[in-house]
């Protein structure tokens, strides 16, 4: 694919002639940005709208699929680990492709924009234009987890992504359940006070009737003036919801305060 031509080409390379005429980059093929990978006979090329595999016998599509339009397209290369494609998507989104189906399988939503990624030894690397950062795969992780879990109940690293995985899953209660268990075992883990923060933040606007337990529990976490700052704009947001006006205003003054200071 030149990147100066409007065609997508496949040579053999035995004899360096063409194995099929050239394809324009419409249909199917409109906005395509890289060959991501070549799995079990198939071309899989990546655009700004989709993915589509292409038969390397012939050039035919052997399937096609469209992001959806909220993620705006690709942030990066992505990593091929048989017989899945892991992408990264501009709006944080991580998606694991099943090369056989056509079909997104995962989705993950990471705190940092994604870059150019690679899979290696059950963890993404994500190389971002400021930044190198290492994410956890679901599979191994919950394995991992589960082995440390079967040693020892208590161990904070396991409890923290079982935690994690619970919530990806949409189990609001028994994430955090877990990531309060991991905390109470490690006070000090960086991480366990952070992924429990974040959580509780953002049941904030969920949780109503218990918005006051909620605040008293959040309150002792943060450490950090961007956290304070998280806190005062979520809590005047509930505020406002709950007609509690003055109340928010003042939370709103508080977080003027603090972002000046950012």
């Given at each position: 694919?030149?990147?100066?031509?409007?065609?997508?080409?496949?040579?053999?390379l035995?004899?360096g002639?063409?194995?099929w005429?050239?394809?324009?980059?419409?249909?199917?093929?409109?906005?395509?940005?890289?060959?991501g990978?070549?799995h079990?006979g198939?071309?899989?090329?990546?655009?700004?709208?989709g993915?589509?595999?292409?038969?390397?016998?012939d050039?035919?599509?052997?399937?096609?699929?469209?992001?959806d339009?909220?993620?705006?397209?690709?942030?990066?290369?992505?990593?091929?680990?048989?017989?899945?494609?892991?992408?990264?998507?501009v709006?944080?989104?991580?998606?694991?492709?099943d090369?056989?189906a056509?079909?997104v399988?995962?989705?993950s939503?990471?705190?940092m924009?994604?870059?150019n990624?690679?899979?290696?030894?059950?963890e993404?690397?994500?190389?971002?234009?400021?930044?190198l950062?290492?994410?956890?795969?679901?599979?191994?992780?919950?394995?991992?987890?589960?082995e440390?879990?079967?040693?020892?109940?208590?161990?904070?690293?396991?409890?923290t992504?079982?935690?994690?995985?619970a919530l990806q899953?949409?189990?609001?209660a028994?994430?955090?359940?877990?990531?309060?268990?991991?905390?109470?075992?490690?006070?000090?883990?960086?991480?366990?006070r952070?992924?429990?923060?974040?959580?509780?933040?953002?049941?904030?606007a969920?949780?109503h009737?218990q918005?006051?337990?909620?605040?008293?529990?959040?309150?002792?976490?943060?450490s950090?003036?961007?956290?304070r700052?998280e806190f005062?704009?979520?809590?005047?947001?509930?505020?406002?919801q709950?007609?509690?006006?003055r109340?928010?205003?003042?939370?709103?003054?508080?977080?003027a305060?603090?972002?000046?200071?950012?």
């Amino acid at each position: 694919t030149p990147p100066d031509s409007g065609e997508l080409h496949c040579l053999d390379l035995v004899t360096g002639k063409p194995a099929w005429p050239p394809r324009e980059r419409t249909n199917s093929l409109a906005g395509m940005l890289y060959v991501g990978c070549v799995h079990q006979g198939k071309a899989i090329v990546v655009g700004k709208r989709g993915v589509t595999a292409v038969n390397l016998k012939d050039g035919t599509d052997a399937w096609t699929m469209s992001f959806d339009p909220q993620a705006f397209g690709p942030a990066g290369r992505g990593s091929y680990s048989q017989p899945h494609y892991w992408l990264p998507l501009v709006n944080g989104e991580l998606v694991k492709i099943d090369l056989e189906a056509g079909k997104v399988v995962e989705k993950s939503l990471t705190e940092m924009p994604l870059g150019n990624v690679i899979v290696h030894r059950g963890e993404l690397v994500s190389l971002g234009p400021d930044y190198l950062a290492t994410y956890f795969l679901r599979d191994s992780a919950e394995q991992k987890a589960n082995e440390l879990l079967a040693k020892n109940p208590h161990d904070a690293w396991a409890l923290t992504r079982k935690g994690e995985i619970a919530l990806q899953d949409g189990k609001q209660a028994e994430g955090l359940e877990m990531l309060r268990a991991a905390h109470r075992q490690q006070p000090a883990d960086e991480t366990a006070r952070q992924r429990l923060l974040k959580s509780l933040l953002g049941s904030l606007a969920e949780n109503h009737p218990q918005y006051a337990a909620l605040v008293a529990e959040i309150e002792p976490l943060i450490s950090q003036p961007a956290e304070r700052a998280e806190f005062l704009r979520k809590t005047a947001e509930v505020l406002v919801q709950k007609g509690a006006k003055r109340e928010a205003f003042e939370n709103y003054l508080a977080l003027a305060t603090i972002s000046a200071q950012l």
